[in-house]
């Protein structure tokens, strides 16, 4: 089958490391074009506009959207207005209402909508997933605690408004917490340390319902945590590295720290909802991060500089 044109928007960091790779592998698409205002890929025709990308590329069936949130609303709109099928990165929009939005004109215009979540794709999500199911969850908790200079160096629109701080990489955790637990759980309480000088918190701790808890922080040095754990009437799981790692009652049951894995699954799956006619559009990770910064108690802190 011939591959699916795709024109990458936003030529930054994730872009680079992720969906470069991942695209230069698929047998489902092939990299047609690039629209960044300073970033490019060797080789591939680029664009500062998303209007003139989509004029000279008419083969190009699906945008992928590799913005920060609050810039991706306008070029997700502009996308799907001109017929194609649109991809997002995670959190997939600024706020709620804005993703409803762009739902409401894929469905209307019978495109794809892919809101991605790479976190669930993560290898030891699922094998996860299937371990809790059926089980009764007596407690569960995250620590995402990384740099943020290490991970998002000078990077200054996470610390403005829309660019949700600490939450950036929270929200990977929750993908996950949403993706295993087997019923909802609610955010009961929060309480969110903003830097004096930035606009979105640096740290976060997150009570839900049902005994689940997260404490989120982008000041750790040194190693570096994406741990998860729930705790069962028979044993205690573990999800570390970010959802590569399974641990069993503190034995390791599968799983490698750097496997790259995550954006070539991203891609397969968008390749099978184009192929379907379908969306995929599931918002209970940002929810939760709306809701922690509906309820949050706000805590001032030193002032961070990159
Ligand atoms: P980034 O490198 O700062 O930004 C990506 C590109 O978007 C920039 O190179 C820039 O390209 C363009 N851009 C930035 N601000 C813009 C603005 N206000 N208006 C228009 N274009 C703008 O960010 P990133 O780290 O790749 O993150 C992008 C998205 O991917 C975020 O939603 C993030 O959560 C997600 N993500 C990031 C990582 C990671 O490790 N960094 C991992 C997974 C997912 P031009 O200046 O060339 O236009």
């Not at 094998?127 to 200054?156: C, L, N, S």
């Not at 799983?255 to 894995?261: D, L, Q, S, T, V």
Request: proline share 7%; net charge negative.
């Amino acid at each position: 089958m011939a591959r699916r044109a795709v024109c990458l928007v936003g030529i930054g960091k994730i872009a680079v490391d992720q969906h470069v790779p991942a695209l230069s592998s698929s047998d489902a698409f092939t990299l047609a074009c690039t629209v960044s205002r300073k970033g490019s890929v060797p080789g591939v025709p680029a664009f500062t506009s998303l209007d003139a990308a989509l004029a000279a590329h008419p083969e190009v069936e699906v945008v992928s959207l590799c913005l920060p949130p609050v810039p991706r609303f306008d070029a997700a709109e502009a996308a799907l207005r001109a017929g194609r099928h649109v991809m997002l990165e995670k959190p997939p929009g600024a706020t709620l209402a804005e993703v409803h939005a762009l739902q409401a004109m894929a469905a209307d215009r019978g495109l794809t909508l892919y809101a991605t979540w790479h976190s669930r794709m993560a290898q030891a999500v699922a094998p996860a997933k299937a371990w809790i199911a059926g089980k009764t969850i007596t407690r569960a908790h995250i620590t995402w605690r990384e740099d943020v200079r290490k991970w998002h160096p000078g990077q200054d629109w996470v610390f403005e408004p829309g660019g949700m701080g600490v939450f950036d990489p929270g929200i990977n955790a929750l993908s996950i917490l949403t993706e295993i637990l087997p019923s909802p759980v609610h955010l009961t309480a929060a309480t969110l340390t903003f830097p004096a000088n930035r606009q979105t918190p640096i740290a976060a701790a997150l009570t839900f319902s049902g005994h689940v808890t997260a404490d989120f922080d982008w000041r750790q040095e040194g190693p570096q945590t994406w741990d998860i754990t729930v705790d069962t009437p028979q044993g205690q799981l573990a999800l570390r590295m970010g959802g590569n790692v399974l641990e069993i009652d503190g034995k390791a049951i599968t799983g490698e720290a750097h496997i790259m894995g995550e954006y070539p699954a991203l891609y397969s799956r968008m390749a099978e909802l184009v192929a379907a006619g379908q969306s995929d559009v599931d918002l209970a990770p940002m929810i939760h991060v709306a809701d922690a910064l509906t309820l949050g108690r706000r805590d001032v802190t030193d002032a961070f500089h990159f």
